[in-house]
């Protein structure tokens, strides 16, 4: 079950966006827990001990704004989908920094809702999809969020994950067949990555974000027409 959280000072909009909320989600099969919060100094101590999968955040707020707990969250690298929620529409250019899911405007609510729904309801259920590898005896499964990218090493594969590396007897092209379709692109013959860690895309080569680093990955000469078509077709789909 999902854990969404909406925020905002004004109570008498918080239930007006908590029904709005619920009603939308329900009527696409997203079963999910509500937490409706009206006091910034509140969230900020829950959000340290609870998990929030959806974040539904006032922008404009006493104590911490939406912005200030929108950057602690993107600190702790937390997989937490941000929608900021505002009646300024001015506002909205300043959220970018954040990296946010989306944006709401109060004034727009029932226009808006429905369709980030949607985009709120995909986002999770891809959130959730796995890898399941065989190593020795055992199975392990991978949540395919966590995979930063592949490298191949002889006859092995390294799974180069946010927290760790995993080492598997695998081929390149059976583990990118495993993935298509995924939000993985074939860079380099001895490179596999997630799109979802791309920030920016150079002629020989791929940059990634990890938090507050970055590092590259080779584009392959026979792979450059590739990766930028796979890269437009990901980013036309995620905007459907």
């Not at 000072?9 to 239930?15: A, C, S, T, V």
């Not at 009646?87 to 946010?100: E, K």
């Not at 760790?164 to 993985?184: A, H, Q, S, V």
């Not at 791929?206 to 590259?216: F, H, P, V, Y």
Request: with cysteine.
């Amino acid at each position: 079950m999902y854990h969404i959280v909406i925020c905002d000072d004004e109570k008498e909009i918080l239930n007006d966006i908590y029904k709005k909320v619920w009603t939308c989600f329900d009527e696409n099969n997203m079963s999910a827990k509500y937490t409706c919060i009206d006091d910034a100094r509140e969230l900020m101590e829950r959000i340290q001990t609870e998990r929030i999968d959806v974040l539904f955040l006032d922008i404009d707020m006493p104590y911490y704004s939406g912005m200030d707990i929108a950057g602690y969250v993107n600190e702790q690298e937390w997989k937490t989908i941000l929608i900021f929620v505002t009646s300024h529409d001015a506002l909205v250019y300043q959220t970018f920094a954040y990296r946010p899911f989306g944006f709401i405007r109060k004034t727009h609510m029932d226009e808006e809702l429905d369709e980030l729904a949607k985009r709120v309801h995909k986002e999770l259920l891809e959130n959730q999809q796995e890898l399941v590898i065989q190593k020795g005896q055992e199975l392990s499964r991978i949540l395919l969020k966590d995979i930063i990218y592949i490298e191949a090493e002889g006859n092995y594969l390294v799974l180069q994950l946010r927290n760790d590396k995993l080492r598997i007897r695998e081929t390149m092209t059976n583990i990118e067949n495993k993935l298509y379709g995924k939000g993985f692109i074939r860079c380099h013959k001895g490179y596999l990555v997630n799109a979802g860690y791309i920030e920016k895309l150079k002629s020989t080569e791929i940059q990634l974000k990890l938090g507050n680093e970055s590092m590259a990955l080779p584009i392959g000469r026979s792979y450059e027409k590739d990766v930028r078509k796979r890269i437009l077709e990901i980013l036309r789909l995620e905007s459907e």
